[in-house]
């Protein structure tokens, strides 16, 4: 009897072993991102919070990009089934196979697949198998078109019926399994304040807070700072310093603000390694690179810390300070900590706003896919490129370079949807410039032109507005109301945009083309409290997700006003940690002490301004735009 119970149980035992085989079986998860060599790929982590993770794109612009590649260690040798996770980006405007098509190779050997071409979703799509001889093995992307094909990541398993979940909770909880990265962040601490967005605003307001004698961190999702102002979306610097009644605010923007003006302009305008060596050279900033804010620790109504991952690596922190400045213009911080906003244009009569609609909606200032070309002097040739998008004679733009009118997305979500309006702005470069190249006759002017940039990061206005203790609206600005607690002054008019109606006419509900409507105002200086949040207790704002309504976004929202934003941030911070006390506290009982620090100023004041380009003007001499 003990003999027949001791084979049942050995029974028992070889069934669960084989099905834990059969469960277990040999899998290698690869994140594209994490390659080694990305050739001409580029990491693109805009939209890695709707479809979970950064990724590769091959944004060569018509022209295959070079290839991607890596050494991977595979667990044993043997068949494996492979599958990558991509997307057929003009899947909404065209039913069938798309442009960003792209293969693969593994250990030498080509695998047969066209990926990134069908569906229409991100999806695991399968790319074939290979036998594995060498558990070391080259793996390599190749692009074939040069049109933005994309790849998430790879997997690779023995079992053909295996396959990572799509369902974007589960696809995560596989993720962290699969890189084996831990359940909890680990904390670091240390800082007296966390800097999230690494724009003007948020270069301005952690040098700021540095040179005040704040422990710093400051984190940044691309690898180059400046945001709007880099040379990844290159939009130039707006707005005036040196006005209002604290005329030291904005001199930080004399050390580090680009010299020269002008939208899609070489990468040179925008002088990145000025940003770069001013945060450098503050031994009180720490510096996360390619850090996207992901979650958010809450302690009662106050935030504990910011959970930032590595774009490339998927290496999570902790970030832990009293406190925290959201400067990542969609208000990211603000919404993973519960803090209030508002999205899209508030009624006319909600607060008695003349330039506001009758009725409240979501629309929304765009976002910008800004490109131009250039004369190589010989004749260049650019691909067909029709994918649901029909440009003709009658509807063609004839231009060389598309800037800031150039604007999608007023109708979208600007948060839910934003892959798919920046990848219509490279669809409307595509399809316009194929038909520019390829359409217009033996005398064609654009013969001997070729793209020579279009952006992939784009370049957004308007999204989320984190609410604070006073809500800055249109009356303010044009009575211009007197508040005790006025900061840095905005300059520039109230400058709203709306689709072009000729744009409309050829392209209804598909717009591409803005206008800029513009009401002037006198200097402005923005309330304080609009500067930090009225219901999570220790986080400030600066930069376009402050507390304004949509209307008064139109004045506030230029760089060098978002900049010295971020100066007086990073001085109200300074007087938080020398009081121990909130943002709010320096309304309530430091507000004097605020004022002598603006009056003084952080930056070289006696540096010349160098920012006199596209400061704005009167209504004879309109600013250029954004």
Not at 13 to 29: E, K, P
Not at 178 to 190: F, K, M, N, R, V
Not at 461 to 475: F, M, N, Q, T, V
């Amino acid at each position: 009897m003990q003999y027949k119970v001791n084979m049942r149980q050995w029974i028992a035992t070889m069934a669960w072993l084989m099905v834990n085989a059969l469960a277990s079986a040999a899998d290698l998860f690869v994140e594209a991102e994490s390659f080694s060599d990305k050739g001409g790929w580029v990491v693109d982590q805009q939209f890695m919070d709707l479809m979970g993770s950064p990724y590769l794109l091959a944004h060569g612009m018509g022209v295959p990009v070079a290839d991607a590649r890596t050494v991977v260690v595979f667990p044993e040798k043997g068949t494996y089934y492979v599958y990558v996770r991509t997307y057929n980006w003009t899947s909404p405007w065209m039913k069938g196979p798309g442009p960003g098509c792209f293969s693969m190779s593994v250990g030498g050997k080509r695998l047969s697949a066209q990926l990134g071409v069908e569906g229409e979703r991100w999806m695991w799509q399968p790319a074939g198998r290979v036998a594995v001889k060498q558990l070391h093995a080259e793996v390599r992307l190749h692009d074939l078109t040069g049109f933005d094909g994309r790849c998430d990541a790879i997997f690779f398993t023995t079992d053909a019926h295996r396959l990572p979940p799509s369902e974007a909770e589960a696809l995560a909880g596989f993720r962290r399994k699969a890189l084996q990265l831990p359940e909890t962040a680990p904390c670091q601490g240390g800082f007296d304040l966390v800097v999230v967005g690494g724009g003007v605003a948020g270069i301005s307001a952690a040098v700021s807070a540095a040179r005040l004698g704040c422990r710093v961190a400051l984190v940044n999702d691309r690898p180059v700072l400046g945001g709007n102002n880099s040379s990844e979306v290159r939009v130039h610097l707006g707005g005036r310093i040196e006005a209002g009644p604290y005329r030291e605010l904005g001199n930080l923007q004399k050390e580090f603000g680009p010299a020269r003006g002008g939208n899609a302009q070489p990468a040179d305008f925008y002088e990145d390694d000025k940003k770069a060596a001013i945060v450098a050279a503050e031994e009180n900033i720490i510096l996360y690179a390619s850090y996207r804010a992901v979650d958010v620790r809450k302690r009662g109504s106050a935030i504990s810390g910011v959970v930032v991952k590595h774009v490339e690596t998927g290496r999570e922190v902790s970030l832990e300070a009293p406190l925290y400045c959201d400067c990542t213009g969609d208000g990211t911080v603000g919404y993973l900590a519960g803090a209030d906003y508002r999205m899209g244009r508030e009624s006319r009569e909600e607060y008695g706003e003349s330039l506001a609609p009758e009725q409240a909606d979501g629309m929304t200032m765009g976002a910008s896919v800004q490109w131009y070309s250039e004369d190589i002097g010989r004749a260049s040739v650019f691909p067909e490129f029709s994918y649901g998008m029909a440009i003709d004679t009658q509807n063609c733009e004839r231009v060389t370079m598309g800037e800031w009118t150039w604007e999608t997305g007023m109708n979208r979500h600007q948060i839910q949807d934003f892959e798919q309006i920046r990848d219509y702005g490279l669809l409307v470069v595509y399809s316009n410039w194929s038909f520019l190249k390829n359409h217009l006759g033996k005398d064609n002017p654009y013969r001997t032109r070729q793209l020579a940039w279009v952006a992939y990061v784009s370049g957004k206005r308007e999204s989320r507005r984190l609410l604070g203790d006073y809500i800055l609206k249109e009356d303010d600005l044009r009575r211009h109301v007197v508040h005790e607690d006025g900061t840095a002054a905005s300059t520039w008019s109230i400058d709203l945009h709306y689709p072009d109606p000729q744009n409309t006419a050829h392209f209804p509900g598909q717009e591409f083309k803005s206008i800029a409507r513009h009401v002037n105002i006198h200097p402005y200086p923005i309330p304080y409290r609009c500067l930090y949040s009225r219901n999570v207790d220790n986080l400030f704002m600066a930069g376009r997700d402050i507390s304004v309504t949509h209307v008064a976004l139109g004045t506030v929202r230029v760089m060098r006003t978002t900049g010295m934003m971020g100066e007086v941030v990073g001085m109200a911070a300074s007087i938080c940690k020398r009081h121990q006390v909130q943002p709010r506290a320096v309304y309530r009982y430091h507000l004097e002490e605020l004022k002598e620090l603006m009056r003084k100023g952080v930056g070289r004041g006696e540096l010349p301004n160098n920012q006199h380009y596209n400061e704005g003007g009167t209504l004879e001499k309109r600013p250029e735009v954004k």
